[in-house]
């Protein structure tokens, strides 16, 4: 595949309107800082200077580069997306020459290369473009329909190679843009204008923003419903959204009627496949909600229908799995979970993000029961699985966090450092800088760092981890009180005791500040001051630090 040549990006964004600052994304918990403008170079065939905006193109050259877009733009509706991506390169030139390099026909044109490039793999290109499309339609603000059309489209496709990268996070704002720009040219009740608000709504989910989620799923329901009707299979499409965005607020009751309606509308229409999905994510609130024989019933009903070697019976088996876990019959569980693991390893999904779900969660159900090798294992064989699979990072991420915690927990240090740096990176891109599982990442890494001898080292990724998980849960918080006690322990290995002694005492009064039933904590914590103190002093006898390591969840 020819490659997109930068020098090609440059001339296309070189021109005086580049000082022209397109304003920035849409803020998110902590935008990114907006992108100074750069000069930027000029190709070997640099751009003249641009016309006035009351001159006319040079009407032959202007035709016929807009009719090879044109042709281009074919190219990609009948899904031939080297040939479009090959023409999209060739009309650029032409159309800086007879447009200017600021207009919205080459932006056409660098959406087109990097929608092409994304569907052939080629991201990175597929970004250039994109990124130097959105920077022209930036700035021909009130451009009227024509340039919020172009603009939306570039978001559009921008927002789906970001996801594709990995930058979740980012694409949030690009998907936000996207609907915003709609609003302006469609149709209030168009059925593109609901699916907008639907794509919207995914990537506030996909980055765990439910709050953000929910308000936009709802509009997008009520254009499905007013279109379609209540019962519909539209409708119920966006149905499926709103559970998600309700069960991830908390809201179990209300996700769950939602999740009768869809099932009700899937059984009328007949689709097996998706009724028996929607039953086990039915069962899996009722979980939730305690209602575990209800949730058992559920289950049987879709092994009954399901065939043997399906995928739905075998995410069947898993939810089961889960149940019996709970009810601490392992025995029982560890046989489901090895009946779903035949049927999943036998059959190649289509759904790579469903079945390595359904490994995520067998691997942790084994990690409850304390099987802690066939966990990792199981994480591993995920991972391989997830290898090269687009839009993935998200899964890895959280994989790698889980391994990297594992593995230090038990005492492989070596290992889980580079699983717990690669979460972070991922973590990171996919759910922004302040997610919870991001902050937990930090805290383990530290945490490796002191089994390692370097609590120096220890004390950046405290920090980190203390400003993420206080900005999540509270300064109340026993995860953000035990990184307190964390930094006391590396300042106290250190030798540094008067920080160890600040932070421990920081320790005693968040406890204080829970109240009396932090008792036992607050003694604990007394306990481990006075042992900082006789360290200070010189007393051999003096036992710090304490908590170096995790403790498992179930044991806090």
């Known amino acids: 595949m020819r490659r997109l040549h930068r020098s090609l990006l440059l001339a296309a964004r070189s021109s005086p309107l580049a000082r022209h600052r397109p304003p920035p994304p849409l803020p998110l918990h902590r ?9 930027l170079p000029f190709s070997t065939a640099a751009l003249p200077t641009p016309p006035p905006p009351d001159a006319a193109p040079t009407a032959q050259p202007a035709a ?9 733009e074919r190219q990609e509706s009948s899904g031939d997306h080297q040939k479009a991506l090959d023409l999209a390169l060739k009309v650029l030139g032409p159309l800086q020459e007879s447009r200017g390099g600021w207009s919205l026909p080459v932006a056409r044109a660098l959406r087109l290369a990097g929608a092409a490039a994304c569907r052939l793999g080629s991201l ?14 930036g700035s021909l603000q009130g451009g009227g329909a024509e340039a919020a059309t172009v603009g939306a489209a570039v978001h559009e496709q921008l927002a789906r190679t970001k996801t594709a990268i990995g930058r979740r996070w980012d694409a949030v704002a690009s998907f936000q843009r996207a609907l915003e720009l709609k609003c302006r040219f469609l149709n209030a009740g168009s059925a593109e204008l609901g699916d907008a608000y639907r794509d919207a709504a995914e990537a506030y989910e996909g980055v765990l923003c439910f709050d953000k989620a929910l308000p936009l799923c709802l509009k997008a329901l009520e254009i499905a419903e007013k279109r379609s009707g209540e019962g519909s299979a539209e409708a119920a499409k966006v149905r499926r959204i709103l559970v998600v965005a309700y069960t991830g607020m908390g809201r179990n009751e209300e996700a769950l009627e939602q999740n009768e309606l869809v099932r009700m509308e899937y059984e009328r229409l007949g689709l ?11 069962a899996s609130l009722r979980i939730l909600l305690g209602r575990t024989e209800d949730a058992m019933n559920d289950l049987k009903k879709v092994m009954k229908r399901a065939s043997k070697e399906s995928e739905e019976r075998a995410l069947a088996f898993v ?5 019996l876990c709970s009810e601490d019959r392992s025995s029982d569980s560890t046989r489901c979970l090895e009946i779903a693991r035949e049927t999943l390893d036998a059959k190649r999904s289509v759904n790579t993000e469903r079945v390595a779900g359904a490994y995520t969660e067998i691997s942790m159900l084994y990690e409850s029961m304390n099987e802690f090798e066939m966990s990792l294992c199981l994480m591993k064989k995920t991972l391989a699985f997830l290898e090269g699979a687009s839009g993935m990072q998200h899964i890895q991420g959280s994989i790698s966090a889980r391994m990297g915690f594992l593995l230090l927990l038990t005492k492989r240090i070596d290992e889980s450092v580079p699983f717990l740096e690669k979460a972070i990176e991922k973590l990171k891109n996919c759910f922004g800088p302040l997610h919870f599982g991001l902050g937990f990442a930090y805290k383990h890494l530290g945490e490796a760092y002191i089994e390692m001898g370097q609590p120096e080292s220890s004390l950046k990724f405290f920090g980190l981890a203390s400003d993420i998980i206080n900005a999540a849960f509270g300064p109340k918080h026993e995860d953000s009180i035990e990184i307190i006690q964390c930094i006391a322990n590396a300042y106290g290995l250190m030798g540094s005791y008067k920080y160890a002694m600040d932070f421990q005492q920081r ?16 003694r604990e914590a007394h306990r481990l001051l006075e042992q900082i103190r006789k360290k200070a002093e010189g007393s051999p006898s003096a036992v710090f630090p304490a908590n170096s390591l995790p403790v498992l969840p179930e044991n806090r």
């Open 31 to 39: 935008p990114p800082p907006p992108r100074p403008h750069r000069p």
């Open 64 to 72: 016929d580069a807009l009719a090879a877009l044109e042709a281009a």
């Open 124 to 137: 990175t290109d597929s970004l250039d473009s994109l990124e130097a499309a959105a920077e022209i339609v």
């Open 272 to 282: 097996d496949a998706e009724l028996s999905l929607v039953e086990i994510d039915g």
């Open 319 to 323: 939810a089961m799995a889960k149940i």
């Open 507 to 522: 320790v005693i009064d968040a406890y204080e500040s829970c109240g009396p039933g932090s008792a036992y904590e607050i």
